[in-house]
């Protein structure tokens, strides 16, 4: 169902945690809310899961009123699932049984057939009868994810929820997990620091800082025409270089005059940094631009290169990694930039 | 937490807890400073100095002596190895099933000059051979010693089983042998479990009865007795009772200098276990001899000779009487386990939903009672529960005691005395309950009371099994506070235990002491089990 956040504060003592947020995920959508620790991220989670109170603001789910206006909506009331950072999996209960406790309004068997079902969907049929110290840690999360959406939550949150697990085992488990959301039709609302984790999981998301959205848009927008400086910063890897606004779609730089789509126009004469990602600066010998290579990182298929320019400025390079260029080497580069985004300085 | 269920309830019930403690401490305080000049003149005089002395130089010679024995044994089980080391590291917990007054009055029946120890060696070396007399003050402090190590040596060991590994193979990187290893290294990390299990030592010292009373050595706590049953002076005990609080304030404060500003820091299993040091040839057998002499004197040779003693006695005294001992016993020690255990419970849930300056402080006066002696507490009740019943008598008329010489004054005193032992377990079991399990549970629609009922109830079990049989066992044990606030008729095993031994009566002594041992020895399996569960984890 429809999830909707209507300027919603929640100030603990000394910080707000959450300022006049507003949100709406649609029904069977996932969504993300992306920031760094101690964004507000969690506050969010645990404000639409009905732990905290909000001061101020209404959430809403599928239209009804859970929070603000005067009415509150305990917990325990909302239909809201949750999957927790920890999993909080029931120590004194085996996969089964964790499943099968929130649908304690359910009779005997139809109970046991739901948490089989859903155990099923997130692979772990065969481990029903084990208990949680006997799980790893992404069976663990994956019961914790079953035990959500076992009695169809209006919406599911989840809250880092590969934090806790192995970087190798966090991409593929984002994927299963995004299936079973998918498979459920469940409306989800995720949270993390991790923007690998948030692209490979959510069909839109949000950046928070300190407690304010900075946008909320799809993943392929966020990378490539962030509203902001600090989503720009976030998102992805990028320097910016300094510049000037000639006219529509022409920037004039140290590295000469480039040409694309600005995506907010600016006035002619604006002086503007220049958002440049790694893929944007591409590795050419022929090329009359040349800057001076100051660190080096292998990364396999590639060479991540940090460069700098003329002015001392440093951008960010990645080339095929049989260029393969010492520290202090100067280097051939040009610019390969299909959209331009600019941030007016100030 | 805002969305919290409701914390005033909690907190009103933490409060309602923590009364009768406050109730009874009030009373032991008003009835003391209520003293007047000539009674507090005459207990200068004739008691006092006496009572302070014989007091001072008990808990010193205990203390001293237990924390010796459990220190070095405690290294012994836990860094070394020699022949009998696996055994003997549970085995020497096994003398905490025998109550000090048990273990004192079976060495006076043996030690004694009538005894048969002294009367074999003077059948064998002559009638001039001197034996040390057992009712003397080095007699006193060796018996309660022997009784309380086990304190000393349960904190040494974990404290030396947790960094002795890790700390001690750093210290011989450095260049530091074993033993100075031990001395500059192991002994000072320990020094917070140390002090810790010395308090506890000093505590139990100051708090016995029984062991005291056998050997008529006056203490406090038989002061205390002979002042109200020899006496009929409340006040005289009331005066003598706080006191005693005093002293049990000094030890309190002693422990914290003794602990410095060092902490306890939690246990962190999966440390692996130390290459223990071995012992070879002489040296590990002087070791065996060590542990097996302090094993057989707590524990074994006592065990003998009660079973004995008991098997001698068992056709004549083994009759109707002690199916009622033994009832009321398990009765009383049923319904304190179970009082404990819900307000216990009351205490963990306020802690967990209204943890604040309220609750905490409620807390903290409610379990009080674990450093507090008996006799105190006893007298305390009589006190408090005597002024509500004038009360009563001055609303209702009537002559009679509404609550004095109950069974509700007999629980008062031991919930007083022993809720802190349910009270450590079951805060323990709430604190392994995380937060967000809690969360969890709501979230899948559960309702305050049903989380309760679902979560905490079932995740709090064994903490729950263990608190009941803490209690239940401490009560059986228990002397002062049964003796002297019972029910007229209301004999336990541990009164006739200690009526039989006022009297002489060894052996008839031994029957009930029997079956005080062997419950005992429940607590203490549980103890041991949970030690070898660890130690295999680790």
Not at chain 1, 147 to 157: F, N, T
Not at chain 2, 84 to 96: E, K, Q
Request: charged share 15%.
């Amino acid at each position: 169902m429809r999830l909707e956040l209507r300027e919603v504060s929640k100030a603990f003592p000394g910080v707000a945690a959450i300022d006049r947020l507003s949100l709406v995920v649609g029904a069977g959508r996932i969504g993300c809310l992306l920031g760094p620790s101690g964004s507000g991220k969690s506050t969010v989670l645990r404000t639409i899961a009905g732990f905290e109170r909000p001061d101020a603001g209404e959430v809403l789910a599928g239209g009804e009123l859970l929070s603000g206006r005067g009415t509150w909506v305990p917990p325990e009331r909302r239909r809201i699932g949750m999957v927790f950072q920890d999993f909080a999996l029931f120590p004194h209960l085996d996969a089964l049984s964790n499943v099968a406790f929130g649908l304690h309004a359910m009779e005997r068997d139809g109970r046991r057939q739901r948490a089989l079902e859903m155990l099923g969907l997130v692979g772990l049929a065969a481990e029903a009868g084990r208990f949680p110290h006997e799980l790893s840690g992404g069976q663990q999360q994956r019961v914790a994810l079953a035990r959500a959406l076992a009695p169809r939550p209006r919406i599911v949150l989840l809250d880092e929820p590969f934090s806790n697990l192995d970087a190798d085992v966090r991409t593929e488990l984002a994927q299963q997990v995004r299936a079973a959301l998918i498979a459920e039709r469940a409306t989800a609302l995720l949270v993390t620091h991790d923007q690998r984790e948030a692209f490979a999981i959510a069909d839109e998301i949000g950046v928070l800082r300190s407690g304010r959205l900075e946008q909320w848009d799809v993943p392929w927008q966020l990378y490539h025409s962030p509203a902001t400086r600090f989503v720009a910063d976030f998102i992805g890897e990028g320097t910016f270089i300094e510049g000037t606004v000639l006219g529509p779609g022409r920037v004039s730089t140290e590295l000469g005059v480039i040409e694309g789509q600005l995506t907010t126009e600016q006035p002619p004469g604006t002086h503007v940094d220049l958002l440049l990602r790694p893929d944007d600066v591409i590795h050419d010998d022929a090329s009359e631009l040349r800057a001076e290579v100051v660190e080096r990182a292998f990364r396999g298929a590639q060479f991540r290169y940090k460069l700098r320019l003329p002015s001392g400025t440093t951008a960010l390079s990645f080339a095929p990694s049989h260029h393969d260029h010492a520290i202090g080497e100067r280097i051939g580069i040009r610019l390969d930039a299909q959209h331009l985004v600019g941030f007016p300085r100030g | 937490m805002a969305a919290a269920p409701s914390r005033l309830g909690p907190a009103v019930a933490a409060i309602a807890v923590a009364l009768p403690m406050l109730a009874v401490l009030v009373a032991v305080v008003q009835g003391a400073t209520g003293a007047d000049a000539e009674l507090w003149a005459h207990l200068r005089e004739h008691v006092l100095s006496r009572v302070v002395a014989n007091t001072l130089i008990l808990v010193l010679g205990v203390v001293a002596i237990a924390a010796t024995l459990g220190t070095s044994l405690a290294w012994l089980t836990a860094a070394c190895e020699f022949p009998g080391r696996a055994f003997f590291s549970w085995a020497l917990l096994l003398p905490m099933a025998v109550p000090a007054y048990v273990l004192a009055f079976v060495a006076v029946a043996t030690l004694d000059y009538a005894g048969a120890v002294p009367t074999t060696l003077r059948s064998w070396f002559g009638d001039g051979f001197p034996v040390p007399p057992i009712r003397s003050t080095g007699g006193t402090i060796a018996v309660l010693a022997l009784a309380s190590y086990p304190y000393v040596y349960l904190m040494a060991r974990g404290a030396f089983l947790t960094h002795g590994a890790r700390v001690l193979e750093a210290a011989q990187s450095l260049g530091l042998g074993p033993w100075a290893g031990l001395f500059r290294v192991a002994v000072p990390l320990a020094r917070p479990w140390l002090a810790g299990g010395a308090a506890l030592v000093a505590m139990e010292t100051l708090a016995d009865f029984g062991a005291v009373s056998v050997f008529n050595y006056d203490t406090f706590t038989t002061a205390i007795y002979k002042a109200w049953f020899g006496l009929f002076s409340i006040e005289t005990a009331l005066l003598l009772a706080l006191l005693l609080l005093v002293f049990v304030a000094l030890a309190l404060v002693a422990e914290r200098i003794a602990r410095g500003r060092a902490r306890f820091s939690a246990a962190d299993s999966g440390v692996r276990a130390a290459e223990r040091l071995a012992l070879p040839g002489a040296r590990g057998w002087a070791a065996f001899g060590y542990a097996a002499t302090v094993f057989a004197l707590g524990f074994v040779l006592p065990a003998i000779a009660l079973a004995r003693w008991a098997w001698d006695v068992a056709a004549i005294d083994l009759d109707s009487h002690y199916v009622g001992y033994i009832l009321r016993t398990l009765g009383l020690a049923g319904m304190a386990a179970l009082a404990c255990l819900g307000l216990a419970l009351v205490l963990g849930y306020a802690s967990r939903v209204a943890d604040g300056v309220v609750t905490r402080t409620a807390s903290r006066i409610a379990t009080l009672g674990y450093a507090i002696p008996g006799a105190v507490l006893a007298v305390g009740v009589v006190s408090a529960l005597g002024a509500i019943d004038l009360r009563f008598r001055t609303i209702a008329g009537g002559e009679g005691l509404w609550l004095q010489g109950t069974v509700f004054a007999l629980l008062l005193g031991y919930v007083a005395r022993f809720l802190a032992v349910a009270h450590g377990p079951v805060l323990g079991g709430f604190a392994r309950i995380r937060p967000s399990l809690e969360e969890a549970a709501r979230s899948l629609g559960l309702s305050t009371r049903e989380v309760v009922s679902r979560l905490h109830l079932p995740l709090l079990g064994a903490g729950i099994g263990t608190a009941a049989l803490l209690v239940f066992v401490d009560v059986m044990k228990e002397m002062p506070i049964t003796l002297m606030t019972r029910p007229f008729g209301w004999d336990t095993l541990a009164v006739r235990v200690f009526e039989m031994t006022a009297e002489g009566e060894w052996e008839r002594a031994a029957l009930p002491s029997l079956a005080i041992v062997v419950a005992g020895l429940l607590p203490v399996a549980l103890l041991t089990w949970r030690m070898e569960r660890a130690a295999r984890a680790a």
